[in-house]
Each structure stands twice: as C-alpha cells, then as structure tokens.
C-alpha cells in the first residue's frame, strides 16, 4: 500500500491553523496514524485510528477521514510543533506497514 | 513506565553483519509485537518487519527477506534486529517500536541506534 503526502515542505506562522494531507493506494479504514519528528529523535505518536488523539498530545493537534483520504490538523501552531510529520498506515500484520514520504514544517 | 531502550551506535565495513538490541520495560513482553524500521540520512521512515514474541513469528518486508532476521528472548524482554551482507546504504538509524494486534499503532518507540556502513 502507497501512501502519498502533501505536501512535501511548508512555512507557516506561530497561530496558524495548516493541514497536511496524505491519500492511500487503496483503502485502509481507518488504520492510519500521525508521527511527529524532531531531527535526530524518535517519532512520535500523535493521532492513531485516523481521528484519536494520543494521552498526553495536546489537543490542536486532529485528525480525520477513512478510506484512503486523510488529513492532520493543526489548529494554532506554537514554535515547538517545528518538526517533520509521517503518516503510516497499518492496515494488517500480514502485509508491510508504509509511511508517507513526510511533510517538513516550518515556523516562521 | 514503558520503556524500549535500544543498543549503542556501530559502525561496520560492507559484506559484514550488524546485531541491534531493543530492552524492554514497563509492559508485558509477550503482548506486544516489536517492529523494526530504519531511517537513512535525510530520509524518510522505512518498515523492516515485526516479530511477536509470544510465539516467535515473524514477518519481513519484501526488500530486507534474505538478509534480515528478528529475533527475542522473553526471559528479559529483549528483541533483536540481525541484518546481514551490509552495504553502504544500510547506513541508518535504526528504530524499534511495539504494537499489538488489536491496537496496531505504534505508541512507543526505541531512542534510535545510528549504523554507519564504511570501508
């Protein structure tokens, strides 16, 4: 299964509302998580399930669709939330978890 | 806490084999599978496979089948990550991180483990 995301990079200002977007091959439910990176670090969960939120990731952060379109909210952007973000589907143990090819955001 | 703490930095030459660790605690062992993934400089997140340690199974993505092994041992709660013939673009960073069958997200990872293939 491809993921595909958009976009590639984006520059946007500390309050911003940005939506990152990332489609599947073929239809995956609703087997879709969100990571945040920082460079040299651990991904991080943030959305599983397509629309649940983490314990503990603070709540600007959704997510939403089913299928094979999906997207990531950031409803208020704050300087820390600079990183790099993948969606990963898993859709099944029997077959190879993908990741899109992830978004680089920057605050400016 | 739940915790996976990953094996220090290697570096290797080609044609050699690298062997990472993954301990880890503050959870049943057995209930979770442990996946591998690894990310090339610069580059994104690449999924090598998982292994459940409850039973042993494993299962390989297509390009890693032949060179890769995973392996555990229950008695401390530790999954292994064998890659063998390495070449230069198995220089990475290497991740582990757990899921289950019924929650198939990962919500903890490894810190990472940086191999660097070189003559």
């Known amino acids: 299964i491809q993921m595909t995301q958009s976009p590639s990079s984006l520059s946007a200002y500390v309050g911003d509302r940005v939506t990152i977007t990332c489609r599947a091959s073929q239809s995956i439910g609703t087997y879709l998580s969100w990571h945040q990176q920082k460079p040299g670090k651990a991904p991080k969960l943030l959305i599983y399930?397509?629309?649940s939120l983490q314990s503990g990731v603070p709540s600007r952060f959704s997510g939403r669709g089913s299928g094979t379109d999906f997207t990531l909210t950031i409803s208020s952007l704050q300087s820390e939330d600079s990183a790099t973000y993948y969606c990963q589907q898993s859709y099944s143990h029997s077959s190879e978890y993908t990741f899109g090819q992830g978004t680089k955001l920057d605050i400016e | 806490q739940v915790q996976l703490v990953q094996s220090g930095a290697e570096v290797k030459k080609p044609g050699a084999s690298m062997k990472v660790s993954c301990e880890t605690s503050?959870?049943?062992?057995?209930?979770?599978?442990v996946h591998w993934l690894r990310q090339a400089p610069g580059q994104g997140l690449e999924w090598m496979g998982w292994i459940n340690p409850a039973s042993g199974g494993t299962f390989y993505g297509r390009k890693f089948r032949g060179r890769v092994t995973l392996t555990s041992d229950s008695s401390i709660g530790t999954a292994y990550l064998d890659l063998t013939d390495l070449r230069s673009d198995d220089t990475a960073l290497y991740f582990c991180?757990?899921?289950?069958?019924?929650?198939?997200?990962?919500?903890?990872w490894g810190q990472g483990t940086r191999v660097t293939v070189s003559s």
């Open positions: 399930a397509a629309s």
């Open positions: 991180a757990r899921d289950d069958w019924n929650h198939p997200f990962f919500d903890y």
């Open positions: 503050g959870y049943t062992f057995s209930d979770y599978y």
